[in-house]
């Protein structure tokens, strides 16, 4: 079966540094993306990895490793804002999203 | 301003009735989508459409149906057949080239079976 794994929950500290792991297997892989979800509202896009390597974005970088099924969205100079849930979605060999549960990150002041 | 919209936010339904979830974009994108969200788990796919007039099961259509008449519109039906109505609604969209493109989403409509 086709399963996406992320850790439920994570707090950080404002200012600080966090990193959201996300494993995935699949059946084929066309990119992996990064979504941010604030409770009760819809997601929104922060990223899209399709080869090796880090991709960079102001705060937010996202890192793909494919042969190791494994990506992670690191976020830095954290705001209160940041809390949110952030979901990891792979694209399959049919182009269909398979998503994982999400996980929810807490920032404390 | 371009984007997606759906109505209403919140919506409450007796046992036994179907009820219509609207979802409308202007961002002239080709394929559209409709997701349920429960609490701890995944988006999951109920159905999808790449062209007007066509539109393929996800992974959880039993107990929905849906319509794609024009491109810009995609309204979900929940019948009184869905078992366990009550969940978030996501309707989202892309330019759906057929190849690894962005969804994009609205702002969700929140249904509760009474």
């Known amino acids: 079966g086709q399963n996406i794994d992320q850790p439920t929950e994570m707090t950080a500290t404002e200012g600080a540094i966090v990193q959201i792991n996300c494993t995935y297997q699949t059946s084929g892989f066309n990119g992996l993306f990064w979504y941010q979800q604030h409770a009760g509202e819809a997601p929104t896009f922060l990223s899209y990895n399709v080869l090796d390597g880090l991709e960079e974005k102001g705060r937010f970088s996202s890192f793909l490793s494919r042969s190791k099924g494994y990506s992670y969205l690191l976020l830095k100079e954290l705001q209160m804002k940041d809390s949110a849930s952030y979901l990891c979605a792979v694209m399959d060999s049919n182009y269909q999203l398979i998503w994982g549960a999400g996980t929810k990150l807490i920032i404390k002041p | 301003d371009g984007g997606i919209t759906q109505s209403p936010k919140y919506l409450f339904r007796k046992e036994g009735q179907n009820v219509t979830l609207s979802c409308e974009q202007n961002l002239n994108h080709d394929a559209m989508y409709w997701y349920r969200q429960d609490p701890g788990q995944g988006l999951r796919l109920i159905y999808y459409?790449?062209?007007?007039?066509?539109?393929q099961k996800g992974d959880i259509a039993e107990g929905y149906s849906v319509s794609r008449e024009k491109k810009e519109s995609f309204p979900l039906t929940v019948t009184s057949a869905q078992k366990n109505p009550t969940a978030f609604y996501l309707c989202?969209?892309?330019?759906?080239?057929?190849?690894?493109?962005?969804?994009?989403f609205g702002p969700g409509t929140r249904l509760t079976v009474l």
């Open positions: 459409s790449q062209i007007v007039n066509d539109f």
């Open positions: 989202a969209s892309s330019m759906g080239q057929g190849h690894t493109d962005t969804q994009y």
